[in-house]
C-alpha cells in the first residue's frame, strides 16, 4: 500500500474544506472517519485510482462516496450547495440489485444532511421507463448501475454527453465481478469511458470530442472485501487508465493532468469473527451428505430465538426450501416472523424481505448467496451457516454478514450436514486466523461479451474498429487480443464470418463510406438491447397462482419433469402444478404434506483450492493427533475407526482405498480438490487404466475424494499407480478421457447467446431450452466443419478446460500428488471418509425399489454390526 504523498498542487486533505464539512456531519452523527477512510480521500482528491480493500461492514462504501463529495466541496467552495444539475459526477457500478437500493438511501442520507443539490439514480432491470427517461433529460449526480444496464446506456445515441463530467467511478464488491464475464464487461465499459473523459477523437471528425481546458479528471476505485491476489485485482481493474497514455502524448498534456498513480488502500482493521461449530449429540462414524442438517435443525432454535435478527444462510435454493418448512413445522412460534429468500423467488416477495431485514422486523431469514453481498442489514446480529461454504472467503462475506457495523463483532454458527464437515470448520477457523484468503483469476480473451460489445456501440453512436481496437487493447482482458483475431470478430458482425455469410441475419452491423460501423436496423437494435448480458441460465419459466399473482420461477427443465396434479415448493409454499401454457406453469395452492422440492441446475458448488489445502493440513493434524480444536476432538471416534480400518492421510500423503463388496469392486482416492478437479481426475485415471485392460467404470464423487467402481478387480498397486498420475500426455489424456467434443458443444450454447448468434426470443415468447441448445448445436456443427478457426469455437473448448475441468488446477494437483507419498490401503470393508462418496453413487445408480435413505441406514447398520 502506498502512502499519500503530497506536492503544492494537492492540498492536504484536512485543510480542505470539504473535508471540514464532512467531518462535521459526521461529528453530528457520532463518528469519527477511519485512517483507511481519509487516507481514500485524499487519494481521491489528489487525482490518484486505486482499490479499497476492508473487511464487510467497515465503511467501505464511505470512503470512496464521501471522497467524491469532498472533491465536489473543494471544486466549489463558496456554493456547493446551491450548485444545481451538475451533470454525473460519480458513476457507481454494482453486481446486484439488491445492494443499488441500499446504497441509495445511504447516500441521499449524506446528501440531505449536507445540503447538496445532488440526485441518486438507480439504473437496473428493476428501473421504469419514466425512470429512464427522467435521467435522461436530467443525468443525475450519482448513478448507481449493473454491468449491464451500464452497457445499455453504451447503446444509446448520444451517450458521450453523460460520461463527459464523470470524476469517479467506483466499482463494488469488485471480488464478486473479477474472474467472471461480468467483469469483463465491466472492464469494457470502462475502456470506453476513459477514452472519452481523456481525449478521444469523434468517430466521424478525427476531432476532439473534448477540448484539453474542459478535460474532466476520472478516477476509478475498485471497492472489495475478501480477496487473495489484490494486486492483481487492482491491475485488471485500472488497466485501462495505466495503458491509456497515447493521448496525452499527442496533445501535449502535462502528465500531472491525469495521474495514472495507483494504490491499494487498506483497512487494519480488526473485524472480530466468533466461529461456532454445532457439535451433534453423536458423531456417526459413516456419514453421508446432507441428512444430518435437517436433524441439526431443532439445535438452531434457540440461536434463532436469543438473537435479534438471524440469517441462515444454505448453498442450494432447493434445500432453502426445505430449511424453511422445517423450521415453521418444528418451531411454529416463528411464523410471520421468518422468511425465505432466494434468486427464483418473485421480485417482489425479494423486495418485502429485504426491506423487513432493514427494519428489524423479521426474526430469521433462510436465505441463498441472493444475500451474500454487501447489503447494511444492520439487525442482523447471527449468522447460521447450514454445510460446508465451500470456500474461506464465502464464508467470511456470510459471517460479515452479521454484526455489519464498525466494531461489532460477527457472530457466525457452523452447523454440519454430515460428521466430516466438522473437520471443514476448523479449517476454516485455521484459514482465516492465518489470513488463507482465495484469489480470483480475471479472465482473458472472451470472444463472446467483445463480439456482444462490438454491437453495442454499433447500436449506440457506432464504433471506427481502430479507435476501439486500441480502447480493448488496453483492457486486461484483451490485452494479448491480435489485430487478425479483432478483424475476424468485425468481420463475424458485418458479413457473418467465414461460415455465415449466405445469411442476412448474421449482417448486423453495416460499414459507412467513411468507415463507421453501425446497426441501422432497428428490428436488429431492439434485439440486441433487449439481451445485453453475460448471465446465461437454464430457460426459466414463470410460476403464476391461478387467482393471481406471481410467486417466482424454476427452470424449465424442472417442470418438464412433472406431471399435472404434482405438488412442488416454491417461495415456501406448496402448489399444484394445473397446466403449463405460454412459458408460464399456472399452479394452485395445495395443502398436500408431501411435496417436490425444486433443484435448480449448476447447485453443487466446488471445494476452493485454498479450503483443500487447508483441509489436508487439518486431516494431517487429526492423524499425528497434534490438534485442539473442539471439532477434530469431537470427530476422535471416527478418526479412530477410520485409522484402525484404513488409514488417516497426512498433508504429503495420498490415500487410495481398494475394497470388495457385493456391489463390485471400489477404487477410492482422496486428493481433498473439490467435486470440480475429482471429475476430471476419475475420468482421466478411468481412461488410463481402461487402456491397459480393457474395463468399465461407474464414477462418484464429492470434495473430499472420487469412486471409481468396477464389476472387476481394477489393476491398481504400489508399480502401476505412479503412471496413471503422470503429467506426460496430460492434455491429450484429458480430451480424450470425456467427450470433450460434447462438453464443448454445450459450452457453445452459452456462448453463442452472448455472441448473439442466437436469438433468446421476445418477452413472454422466450424459446425454449431445447430449441436453443439445437440452435447452438447446428451452429457448432457448422463452424466445426467450415469455420475450424472460428474465435467462439476456439473459445468454447478452451472454457471447456479452464473452467469446467479446471485443467491449470488439476495440473497442479497431479504434480503435487506425484511429490507425495502414495498409500494404497485395502480396508475389509467400507471406511468413514469411503462411505460419503459411495452414498452419493447410491443416488446415482439408484435402480433399487427401496428408499435411498433406507439403503443408506442398512448399510450404516451392517456396517456398525
Not at 417461495?571 to 399456472?586: S, Y
Request: glycine fraction near 6%; aromatic fraction near 8%; include cysteine.
Amino acid at each position: 500500500m502506498q502512502t499519500t504523498t503530497t506536492n503544492n498542487a494537492v492540498p492536504l486533505l484536512q485543510a480542505t474544506k470539504g473535508y471540514a464539512i464532512v467531518q462535521q456531519w459526521l461529528a453530528s452523527k457520532g463518528l469519527k472517519p477511519f485512517t483507511f477512510q481519509e487516507e481514500a480521500w485524499q487519494h481521491i482528491i489528489n487525482g490518484q485510482s486505486g482499490l479499497v480493500n476492508a473487511p464487510t461492514g467497515c465503511g467501505k462504501t464511505y470512503a470512496v462516496f464521501l471522497g467524491s463529495i469532498i472533491q465536489f466541496i473543494n471544486t466549489y467552495p463558496d456554493n456547493y450547495q446551491t450548485q444545481k444539475s451538475n451533470g454525473l459526477q460519480l458513476l457507481w457500478v454494482t453486481p446486484l440489485r439488491a445492494l443499488a437500493k441500499d446504497i441509495g438511501r445511504a447516500m441521499e442520507e449524506v446528501i440531505a444532511g449536507l445540503g447538496l443539490q445532488w440526485k441518486v439514480g438507480i439504473r437496473n432491470g428493476d428501473t421504469s421507463t419514466t425512470d429512464r427517461q427522467k435521467q435522461k433529460k436530467n443525468i443525475p449526480e450519482v448513478l448507481i448501475i449493473t454491468p449491464e444496464s451500464l452497457h445499455l446506456l453504451l447503446a444509446q445515441k448520444g451517450y458521450p454527453e453523460i460520461f463527459k463530467t464523470v470524476k469517479t467511478i467506483a466499482v463494488d464488491e469488485w471480488h464478486e465481478l473479477i474472474g467472471s464475464k461480468r467483469g469483463v464487461q465491466v472492464e469494457l465499459a470502462i475502456s470506453r469511458i476513459v477514452s472519452l473523459c481523456t481525449v478521444d477523437r469523434s468517430p466521424l471528425t478525427d476531432t476532439p470530442l473534448l477540448t484539453t481546458d474542459d478535460l474532466p479528471l476520472t478516477t476509478i476505485w475498485g471497492i472489495s472485501a475478501t480477496i487473495g491476489n489484490l494486486e492483481e485485482a487492482k491491475a485488471v481493474l485500472l488497466a485501462s487508465l495505466t495503458t491509456h497514455h497515447s493521448p496525452l502524448t499527442t496533445y501535449d498534456l502535462p502528465l500531472t493532468t491525469y495521474d495514472c498513480d495507483s494504490v491499494i488502500v487498506k483497512a487494519n482493521l480488526d473485524k472480530k469473527i466468533e466461529i461456532h461449530s454445532i457439535i451433534p449429540d453423536e458423531i456417526e462414524k459413516y456419514p453421508w451428505a446432507g441428512h444430518l442438517g435437517i436433524k441439526l435443525a431443532e439445535s438452531i432454535v434457540p440461536i434463532i430465538e436469543k438473537s435479534k435478527t438471524t440469517l441462515v444462510f444454505i448453498n442450494t435454493r432447493g434445500m432453502s426450501e426445505r430449511w424453511y418448512q422445517t423450521l415453521l413445522d418444528i418451531a411454529p412460534q416463528f411464523a410471520g416472523a421468518i422468511a425465505l429468500h432466494h434468486g427464483s423467488m418473485e421480485q417482489e416477495l425479494r423486495l418485502w424481505v429485504e426491506d423487513a431485514l432493514h427494519t428489524g422486523t423479521l426474526k430469521a431469514v433462510v436465505c441463498t448467496a441472493s444475500l451474500d453481498l454487501g447489503v447494511d442489514f444492520r439487525p442482523v446480529d447471527t449468522v447460521i451457516q447450514v454445510g460446508s461454504p465451500k470456500g474461506v472467503s464465502r464464508f467470511l462475506q456470510r459471517a460479515g454478514r452479521s454484526g455489519h457495523q464498525p466494531g461489532e463483532t460477527s457472530n457466525i454458527y457452523f452447523l454440519p450436514t454430515h460428521s466430516l464437515e466438522l473437520v471443514e470448520a476448523a479449517a476454516l477457523k485455521t484459514a482465516i486466523k492465518h489470513n488463507e484468503i482465495e484469489s480470483k483469476q480475471p479472465l482473458v480473451l472472451c470472444y463472446d461479451v467483445l463480439t456482444q460489445y462490438l454491437c453495442t456501440l454499433a447500436v449506440g453512436d457506432g464504433f471506427m474498429p481502430d479507435a476501439i481496437f486500441k480502447e480493448v487493447k488496453n483492457t486486461f482482458c484483451f490485452s494479448e487480443i491480435t489485430k487478425e483475431e479483432f478483424d475476424a470478430l468485425i468481420n463475424h458482425i458485418t458479413v457473418g464470418g467465414v461460415a455465415l455469410q449466405q445469411y442476412d441475419e448474421y449482417k448486423k452491423v453495416e460499414i459507412e463510406e467513411n468507415g463507421l460501423h453501425i446497426i441501422k436496423s432497428r428490428r436488429i437494435a431492439m434485439r440486441h438491447r433487449m439481451h445485453i448480458g453475460t448471465i446465461v441460465s437454464d430457460a426459466m419459466m414463470k410460476v403464476k397462482l391461478m387467482s393471481g399473482g406471481y410467486i417466482g420461477v424454476i427452470e424449465e427443465w424442472f417442470i418438464s419433469r412433472l406431471e399435472t396434479g404434482d405438488v412442488f415448493t416454491l417461495a415456501g409454499r406448496n402448489v399444484e402444478l394445473v397446466l403449463i401454457k405460454d412459458m408460464t406453469a399456472f399452479v394452485k395452492k395445495s395443502t398436500a404434506k408431501k411435496s417436490i422440492v425444486p433443484s435448480w441446475m449448476g447447485g453443487r458448488m466446488s471445494l476452493t483450492a485454498n479450503l483443500g489445502q487447508v483441509l489436508r493440513e487439518t486431516f494431517s493434524e487429526a492423524a499425528t493427533g497434534s490438534s485442539q480444536s473442539v471439532e477434530l476432538k469431537a470427530l476422535q471416534p471416527l478418526f479412530d475407526l477410520q485409522a484402525e480400518l484404513s488409514h488417516i492421510p497426512k498433508v504429503n500423503e495420498l490415500l487410495i482405498e481398494q475394497i470388495e463388496s457385493k456391489d463390485g469392486y471400489h477404487l477410492l482416492v482422496y486428493p481433498f480438490e473439490g467435486r470440480q478437479v475429482h471429475e476430471a481426475m476419475s475420468a482421466l485415471l478411468a481412461y488410463r487404466i481402461s487402456k491397459t485392460t480393457p474395463i468399465t467404470f461407474s464414477i462418484a464423487m464429492n470434495d473430499y475424494g472420487f469412486e471409481l467402481l468396477s464389476d472387476q478387480p481394477i489393476p491398481v498397486d504400489d508399480s502401476t499407480v505412479h503412471e496413471l498420475f503422470t503429467l506426460e500426455n496430460l492434455l491429450a489424456d484429458i480430451q480424450r478421457s470425456v467427450n470433450s467434443v460434447e462438453m464443448a458443444a454445450r459450452k457453445f450454447r452459452d456462448i453463442a447467446v452472448i455472441g448473439g448468434l442466437i436469438f433468446q426470443g421476445m418477452p413472454g415468447e422466450q424459446k425454449k431450452a431445447r430449441h436453443l441448445q439445437s440452435s447452438a448445436s447446428l451452429l457448432f456443427k457448422v463452424f466445426s466443419e467450415y469455420d475450424p478457426n472460428n474465435l467462439l469455437l476456439r473459445q468454447a473448448y478452451n472454457e471447456v478446460l479452464s473452467q469446467q475441468m479446471e485443467e491449470q488446477r488439476l495440473r497442479v494437483a497431479m504434480h503435487r500428488i506425484l511429490q507425495s507419498t502414495i498409500i494404497i490401503q485395502y480396508p475389509q470393508k467400507l471406511t468413514p471418509l469411503s462411505f460419503p462418496i459411495i452414498a452419493d453413487g447410491l443416488n446415482r445408480n439408484n435402480l433399487s425399489s427401496e428408499t435411498l435413505e433406507n439403503r443408506i441406514k442398512k448399510m450404516q447398520q451392517q456396517l456398525a454390526g
